[in-house]
């Protein structure tokens, strides 16, 4: 056998491994979002993925290692931090950042099956104790990064003389994050597309138009809005 061949055959070993990570993973998330995270066994998981428990534990330790996989390879609305260089886009004005950004993250639960059975099992049927503790803390470290960047574009905002006269930046920053992950639980649980879902956009404009200077307020003023420092209390 040549080096060319031996390199081809590698090529598809791994190929054909990752096939069946991926496959081990769509089966778990099937099974996960069917039977709940805590009444699901590795034997259940192998039978959807149609593996054996070996071909499970040859690519993670166990049933936590393999939820922790799922989590990382979707794109979780709020969470994921690859989606924060929306909100430093310079190109457009920061509060128009924010509403884009938050429409992008209804957009993915919303085009993607994949993500919205991911979030779906992460938000209603895990039980974040034992080992899976560590899920929160993850959670938690990300959310303030999302906070870090949405304070961030806030205050640009406060600097333009955009944000409404007395909203803090971290403040505004904390009610969207509360916002969005309220949203976007709710546009899960209303299947029959009678109340959030129709409506998910408009809360969005609605939730951002909140914090924009009222239409009504003379340019003088939001220059004195724009001269005045802004501070936050510790």
Not at 16 to 42: D, K, S
Not at 80 to 91: E, I, N, P, Y
Request: charged letters at 30%; proline letters at 3%; glycine letters at 6%.
């Amino acid at each position: 056998m040549t080096r060319g061949h031996q390199f081809q055959g590698m090529r598809r070993t791994k190929k054909e491994a990752e096939q069946t990570r991926r496959r081990i993973m769509a089966a778990a998330l099937r099974t996960f979002n069917r039977r709940g995270i805590a009444r699901t066994t590795l034997s259940q998981i192998a039978k959807a993925a149609r593996v054996t428990r070996g071909a499970i534990y040859w690519h993670f330790s166990g049933k936590e290692a393999l939820l922790g996989a799922i989590r990382e390879d979707v794109s979780l609305p709020l969470i994921d931090q690859s989606d924060f260089t929306l909100l430093d886009d310079a190109s457009a004005p920061p509060l128009d950042r924010v509403e884009r950004f938050l429409a992008d993250l209804l957009r993915a639960v919303e085009e993607d099956q994949h993500t919205r059975l991911a979030f779906c099992v992460m938000s209603f049927k895990c039980e974040y104790v034992g080992a899976l503790g560590s899920e929160l803390d993850e959670y938690v470290r990300k959310n303030e990064r999302l906070c870090y960047a949405l304070t961030r574009a806030y205050g640009e905002a406060a600097a333009r003389g955009d944000l409404r006269p007395g909203l803090l930046p971290r403040l505004a920053a904390l009610d969207t994050i509360i916002f969005v992950a309220g949203l976007m639980r709710l546009w899960l649980l209303d299947e029959e597309q009678t109340g959030v879902r129709k409506e998910a956009r408009r809360l969005i404009r609605a939730h951002v138009e909140g914090r924009r200077v009222p239409a009504d307020v003379e340019p003088a003023s939001r220059a004195a809005q724009r001269a005045t420092p802004r501070t936050e209390k510790a």
